[in-house]
């Protein structure tokens, strides 16, 4: 199993990015995804997920500038998130969680770094 994130980098503060997760070796339309953050000296939390049948869940810090959506025909989630704050800047790591099973699998991470 791998859960690839990609499309991190730098960005203003006001500016948008994009980041995506490929996973491979996982049916990815019955799992449960999720994008989470961690920030240095700081504990991962809870960005945003969305059920296999699309419900999503956002954190209160980043509702309404960010959307967490889902191709289970590329087997990719994905996490748009716009007017970017400097409190954003964290490593985003995407995560899988099988229903059925109760297995999870993180993804590497991808480093977002928002200047003010």
């Known amino acids: 199993v791998q859960l690839q994130a990609s499309g991190g980098g730098l960005v203003q503060a006001g500016g948008s990015l994009n980041v995506s997760c490929a996973a491979s070796?996982?049916?990815?339309?019955?799992?449960?995804m999720g994008w989470y953050r961690q920030s240095p000296g700081k504990q991962r939390e809870l960005v945003a997920t969305?059920?296999?049948?699309?419900?999503?869940n956002y954190a209160e810090s980043v509702k309404g500038r960010f959307t967490i959506s889902r191709d289970n025909a590329k087997n990719t989630v994905y996490l748009q998130m716009t007017s970017l704050k400097p409190e954003d800047t964290a490593v985003y790591y995407c995560?899988?969680?099988?229903?059925?099973?109760?297995?999870?699998?993180w993804g590497q991470g991808t480093l977002v770094t928002v200047s003010s």
């Open positions: 995560k899988s969680s099988n229903p059925f099973t109760r297995l999870e699998y």
């Open positions: 969305i059920s296999s049948n699309r419900i999503t």
């Open positions: 070796g996982i049916i990815l339309s019955i799992n449960r």
